[in-house]
């Protein structure tokens, strides 16, 4: 070894003791829950003098630093003074930050930030750093099921497809949302979403308001739903035959007319569509995940297929949610059920001529799924503003007027897998102040009548005397 390898050396290691070392590690953290306890540990290793400890919290990307802890080793005697500075003495610091309740808007970067004072000048501040990432997660904190594009109406000759919408909030990262069917996890086919966030009302079922089966499936979805579709590839016609009866070709001239039923006006109903449906039907899925302001994400998995009311009638759905934060799944449930009798409530009980009268839906025999659609009309003829029908929960009518004491109003409540009519009839008492009140200028007049009568001879006398 030469003689200047030796001064590099010897310089080197002079260097580093009067310059000093320091070493900065953070302990990294397994991700926690929203409402737990998270303590950031920050080891550093030196053999200078302490001269403080920051720790920061990390936003906007690296862009802005929020200081969360300071020490300073000026103010506090519990450090340790060198007295030689040309003696190694290593010594190891631990700086530890407690963090209670952590909430999703802690998730993110956390830096410490260590100075201790050089060796040589003992004024210079030697600086490093270490950073830790503080993953928080939360688990959903709602879930519930609704049906995508309610109320809507029954069809009795044509096939429906039928949307529910799982939604879940609150959750960090987005939870995993599935369907299951009488307890049974449904097999789906996955596609894309058209749009991004839950409308209200808008498009039922993937592809638009057409049957979802279609030609533009695969074989091996297609072969599946072969009882849906005619012998031309097209879907088969809605009959009117019993449900047992399967599609049959028909010959020339052997169109079938579909029968029409009567239904009596005062009795309670029922419809259900007639046509031929598959027992497996395809179940299409999609899931939209749609950030939120504070951090968590709200998921809309939609579940869509091709109704049929006489299967899917008092059938159970839940829908079933996963998260990391849970221990067990969370779930809601709800059973597809058609409205059985409406209860109609009249109010005011006694109504009379000029009063305003309200029917409303109070209820029914039944915990009805989707929400129903109502429909009012009057039996043999319109309703007092002159229209046909009315929409809505409650019927109003303003000021009654005798003539409608005795008619019948029809309350129709349907929904997807079914319809039924409810009557009631509307009794209008007479009215005693309008009665009155209509009587008091006739006594006016035939008082008038009376002392006409009386005047007129006094009248005459007078004239009389004076000719």
């Known amino acids: 070894m030469t003689v200047l390898s030796l001064c590099f050396l010897l310089c080197a290691d002079l260097l580093q003791v009067a310059v000093g070392y320091l070493t900065v590690t953070i302990e990294p953290l397994l991700p926690v829950v929203v409402g737990e306890t998270v303590t950031l540990k920050c080891n550093f290793k030196t053999d200078g003098r302490l001269r403080e400890i920051v720790w920061y919290r990390v936003t906007d990307g690296g862009t802005i ?11 506090n005697t519990n450090y340790s003074h060198m007295e030689d500075y040309r003696r190694r003495e290593d010594l190891v610091y631990q700086s530890t930050v407690r963090l209670p309740e952590v909430r999703i808007s802690d998730n993110g970067p956390y830096e410490c930030h260590v100075g201790i004072y050089d060796r040589a000048t003992r004024e210079k501040v030697v600086l ?29 000759y044509q096939a429906q497809n039928l949307t529910l919408v799982c939604i879940a909030k609150g959750g960090k990262p987005a939870p995993s949302v599935y369907f299951k069917r009488d307890g049974e996890l449904i097999e ?8 991004v966030g839950y409308e209200g009302a808008g498009s ?41 009866r399967s599609y049959m070709a028909r010959q020339p001239g052997q169109e079938p007319s579909p029968a029409t039923e009567t239904i009596p006006e005062t009795v309670v109903s029922r419809e259900f ?34 109704l049929n009311p ?14 990391p934060a849970l221990s067990m799944p969370m779930q809601t449930e709800v059973i597809l059920a058609a409205p059985k009798g409406p209860r109609l409530v009249i109010s005011p009980t006694r109504a009379k001529v000029g009063d305003t009268v309200r029917i409303t839906v109070q209820g029914f025999q039944n915990e009805v799924f989707p929400e129903p659609l109502f429909t009012w009309t009057r039996v043999g003829g319109r309703l007092l503003d002159g229209s046909a029908e009315k929409d809505g929960k ?8 005798a003539e409608l004491n005795g008619s019948m109003y029809r309350c129709t409540a349907q929904n997807p897998l079914g319809s039924t009519d409810t009557h009631t009839r509307l009794i209008v008492f007479e009215n005693p102040s309008m009665m009155k009140n209509t009587q008091n200028p006739n006594n006016g007049a035939s008082g008038l009548h009376k002392f006409g009568l ?4 006094l009248i005459l006398t007078v004239t009389v005397e004076l000719t």
């Open 394 to 401: 409650e019927l109003v009518l303003e000021r009654v007027p």
């Open 273 to 306: 569509p007639r046509w031929v449906q598959s027992t497996d039907p395809l179940y299409f899925f999609s899931n939209t995940h749609i950030p939120q302001s504070d951090g968590s994400v709200l998921v809309q998995a939609k579940l869509t297929w091709t």
């Open 128 to 156: 490093a750093s270490g950073n830790v990432l503080l993953t928080v997660m939360s688990p959903p904190n709602n879930i519930s099921v609704v049906a995508e594009n309610t109320p809507a109406p029954f069809s009795r």
């Open 65 to 75: 630093k929020q200081k969360i802890f300071t020490y300073d080793a000026m103010f």
């Open 188 to 195: 789906v086919i996955s596609y894309v979403s058209p749009t």
């Open 204 to 244: 039922a079922g993937v592809r638009g308001a057409r049957p979802l089966i279609s030609r533009d499936l695969d074989d091996t979805k297609l072969r599946k739903s072969l009882s849906l579709l005619g012998p031309d590839g097209k879907p088969g016609r809605l009959f009117t035959e019993s449900p047992g």
């Open 310 to 323: 006489q299967l899917d009638n008092d059938a159970l759905f839940s829908c079933e949610v996963t998260h």
């Open 454 to 457: 009386i005047c007129l001879p």
